[in-house]
């Protein structure tokens, strides 16, 4: 009986050391998804030719399109979509305003939030920020 208790011990305790040091290897492939955002429809309340917002006259005018970022992705498969948003006012003067409308699309497959847009104390550049995956 001792006999038989103590092989019974001794497959225990070898069991148990073999499951200790032995290793655990897993092969996965893990796919993650992508932050991706581009600039939809643009518009400005006072394109080239109209009378300026609230006036009868045609001064300043307010333009607003897209520009390609040379190389800012290079190398990147997703493609070509690497543009900034350019608003540009020509002749403005005091009380002269205008506004500008643009859609951010989410073309990755990360849901994202923002934009909050910020301007510095004298209107002098515009920055968006907050673009965050969520």
Request: charged share 15%; hydrophobic share 35%; aromatic share 6%.
């Amino acid at each position: 009986m001792h006999i038989s208790s103590l092989i019974m011990t001794l497959v225990v305790m070898g069991s148990a050391i073999a499951m200790w040091s032995d290793s655990l290897k897993i092969k996965t492939v893990i796919n993650t998804g992508n932050v991706d955002v581009e600039f939809g429809s643009i518009s400005t309340n006072d394109p080239p030719g109209t009378a300026d917002p609230t006036y009868d006259k045609d001064v300043g005018t307010c333009y607003a399109g897209k520009a390609e970022i040379e190389n800012e992705d290079n190398g990147n498969p997703t493609g070509n979509n690497d543009l900034d948003l350019n608003i540009t006012i020509v002749n403005a003067y005091p009380s002269y305003n205008c506004t500008v409308t643009f859609e951010v699309k989410n073309t990755g497959t990360i849901p994202v939030k923002g934009p909050h847009v910020t301007t510095d104390g004298n209107f002098n550049s515009c920055s968006i920020a907050g673009m965050a995956h969520m």
